[in-house]
């Protein structure tokens, strides 16, 4: 079975400040990564995604984030936050060898404050 | 707008009663999911359709059931609700049935069992 975890479940920030959100994961079995933003009451979005190759994958907004296998991470980082930042951001995982359900982590809030 | 329709957005109904919601997929994707988001629960995976069969079936329960019809939108019925399944029901589509294939959520649709 797969299981993500996002250690912090609030992350306060302020504006224009960097950030890095955590994400760590379990599986037995190869898996594709995926960052997705909710703004309030809106669906999820994707920000960007892993499949293979580099390990640092740009997305959309100015995030990224870096795959590292032997920690299982999958951290998104943006170097300078804006105050339209502020949502909720979940990390997922699909495995790669049957159904790509999303399992996803609980979310951490970002909050950019002024 | 990510192209993947829900209706409806909001939904009051009553503990026991029967309820039936709708998506329909971006254009030419052939898989349809379901997931389920609460707030005890978090974000969680309920059920894959494609090209009109079921493809992955997650923790959805006995009183949940869902169908993909040939013009490839879906529905998922709840029924004897309970208050436990006021949520966040979001579709999502994506296209041939790669696990590459970035899912597109919908906007949701929000069950108030009261």
């Known amino acids: 079975a797969q299981s993500v975890t996002q250690l912090d479940s609030q992350v306060p920030v302020f504006e224009e400040a960097p950030v890095e959100l955590r994400c760590n994961y379990s599986s037995s079995v190869s898996v594709y990564l995926f960052w997705y933003v909710q703004y309030p009451n809106q669906g999820l979005q994707l920000l960007l995604k892993y499949l293979s190759g580099s390990t640092l994958v740009k997305g959309i907004n100015g995030f990224e984030a870096e795959f590292n296998k032997s920690q299982t991470s999958f951290h998104l980082r943006k170097p300078s936050v804006h105050i339209s930042d502020t949502a909720e951001y979940f990390c997922a995982v699909s495995r790669m060898d049957s159904s790509y359900k999303l399992i996803f982590g609980s979310g951490t809030r970002l909050l950019v404050r002024p | 707008d990510s192209g993947v329709t829900q209706t409806p957005k909001h939904l009051i109904t009553a503990t026991g009663q029967r309820v039936t919601l709708r998506c329909s997929p971006r254009?030419?994707?052939?898989?349809v999911y379901w997931y389920q988001q609460s707030l005890d629960q978090g974000l969680q995976f309920l059920i894959q359709y494609y090209n009109g069969e079921e493809r992955a079936k997650g923790n959805i329960l006995e009183r949940f059931s869902a169908q993909q019809f040939p013009d490839l939108h879906s529905e998922l019925n709840l029924s004897s609700l309970e208050l436990g399944d006021s949520a966040l029901y979001f579709c999502?589509?994506?296209?041939?049935?790669?696990?590459?294939?970035?899912?597109?959520f919908g906007p949701g649709t929000r069950l108030t069992v009261l």
């Open positions: 999502a589509s994506s296209g041939p049935d790669r696990g590459t294939d970035t899912q597109y």
């Open positions: 254009s030419g994707d052939l898989s």
